[in-house]
């Protein structure tokens, strides 16, 4: 066997396993849903390949609207929010000074719990019987339970968001801090010794330079919001669901030979999903492209 | 200067408070046995309590029998360890290749092996559960197992890549100048020198499973219980405060708070920790 052969082999089989896990594993689901999801469904008793009744029946409803505009909200807000926050705070924790590391171990503790624990936190002080309301009773504020606003199972989603911005405000900050961490401090310094105010410095030295992270940090983020389950489904109110959760229920239907309408709720999620994606990094390539032209 | 690092300072601190600090009354109600509107602290606490009740309550509860938490931590555990070692092990040869090589379609196999991070998970799940209904592993341990593969998986590779960048191939080659065969030059200088990246890459797929929910709730149908899912019945069943909900939310969180002090201990290079080990092989 010759040089070129015999490394076209190892490649090939370094990459075999984890491609074709992934292609059995996400994949073949994703195909299965897919035909599902156009009639072919024989556990549900449907057989009627091809057909779009389902994707009708689902983008044709209330209910899906709804659901739609609500997940983009509980989305989008945390990811914004976060995306600043987090910046904030990894440029702040780069200073040097004593106690970074003792600090941000508690900023970084969040990332490495579940989203339920976030969940059982956001309960356990905004609830209405919760600490918070008892700290504002004790102040005066509020009378009796009633008075404080609802955070939590209410549409405004407060709750949710509050809980995906525990999650990803660390997130965000470790991400932006690791890519703060490769540029290192000289050129900020050099621009604040040239007299640039620490905002000016932050606006045209460092913020040029951690962008690509703040694209990425904030695309997962996103990402992972729009297809987040299990926290509207505790935390938001019973109607209107997010995608997700509709899409959950669409699967435990009574009558099954309506199911396959669950698989349609996920195959627009994904496409939806993909979508935005794929625009905001087309948005993010031609600015940066129309940025390189000046 | 001065006063941007103090003002800085005063950032990272409110920060870590706002961060650190909602764990400090589940820590309180955990040990508490009565805490009833309005007050800040409760009223009655366990160890008043004991005896007192017809059946265990708070942390007596959790670590009776009867609570299954014994058995939802011994799942989460071994599922842990078994994803995220068979992550690596499929991981490791796809880094390798991909830190090494340059090859045609090399940026659309770097996409594929990163997309399931971004498709929803509830896409993957649902059409999983109906796939491993048919091959009779729903409900076992290898179909939670398999499906906890799929976000382990990207980042397995993703940390496993950058290992093996970092790594100067050089080392290799001279062991290979030396005689050693390619598998002996691998086993014996790479594996040793990636060895500390290997153990984040696993410490990592572990925390990624202990944490998974959604997944593991599709797949095991109710029959395998993890902390994750005990924890999600807990939460939509339980009061705010409520003693047993505030015990396991401290234990679901301990596996996040184990890697991150571990994870704090293995920073720095993991390629010059590798070095160093190296050199105190050659020394003894």
Known sequence: MNKARRRQLSIFLGLAPALSVLTVLFVGPLALALIQSLGYAPIFGVREFPTLRFYTAVLGSTRFRLAFWYTMLYALVPTVLSTIFGTWLAVAARARMRGVRFLSFFVRLPLVVPYLVGAALVVALFANGGLVARVLFAVGIIQNTGDFPRILFSAGGWGIMLVYLFKQVPFTFVVVSSVLAGIGPELQEAARTLGASPWRAFRHVVLPRIFPGIVTSSLLVFAFNFQSYEIPLLLGPGFPGTLPVEALRRFQLPTIARRPEAMAYVMIITTLSGGILFLYLRAYRRWERSRGGV | ?284
């Open chain 2, 1 to 284: 200067m001065k006063r941007s690092v103090l003002s800085s300072r005063m950032v990272l601190t409110i920060a870590a408070l706002l961060f650190g600090l909602p764990f400090l009354p589940l820590v309180v109600a955990s040990f508490s046995f009565r805490w009833h509107w309005p007050d800040l602290l409760p009223g009655a606490w366990l160890w008043d309590a004991r005896g007192t009740t017809p059946f265990p309550v708070g942390w007596d509860y959790l670590f009776s029998p009867i609570s299954g938490l014994g058995p939802a931590f011994l799942n989460t555990m071994t599922i842990g360890v078994a994803t995220s070692l068979l992550a690596a092990f499929i991981a490791l040869p796809a880094a390798y290749t991909l830190a090494r090589h340059r090859f045609r379609g090399k940026e659309a196999v770097e996409f594929f092996l990163l997309v399931p991070v971004i498709v929803p998970q509830i896409a993957v799940g649902i059409g999983m559960l109906l796939l491993f209904i048919r091959l009779g592993i729903a409900r076992t341990y290898t179909g939670i197992v398999l499906a906890h593969l799929v976000p382990t998986l990207p980042y397995s590779v993703r940390i496993l890549t950058s290992v093996f960048q970092n790594l100067d191939p050089d080392y290799e080659e001279q062991a290979r100048t030396l005689g050693a065969s390619r598998m002996q030059a691998f086993r014996r200088v790479v594996l040793p020198m990636v060895l500390p990246g290997l153990v984040t890459a696993l410490l990592f797929g572990f925390l990624i499973s202990a944490n998974v929910f959604l997944l593991t709730f599709l797949i095991s149908g109710g029959r395998l219980e993890t902390l994750p899912t005990m924890l999600f019945q807990f939460i939509e069943s339980g009061a705010p405060l409520d003693a047993t909900t505030a015990g396991l939310v401290l234990i679901v969180s301990a596996p996040g708070l184990v890697f991150l002090v571990l994870s704090d201990l293995l920073t720095g290079d993991p390629v010059a920790i590798g070095r160093t080990t190296l050199v105190q092989d050659a020394k003894q």
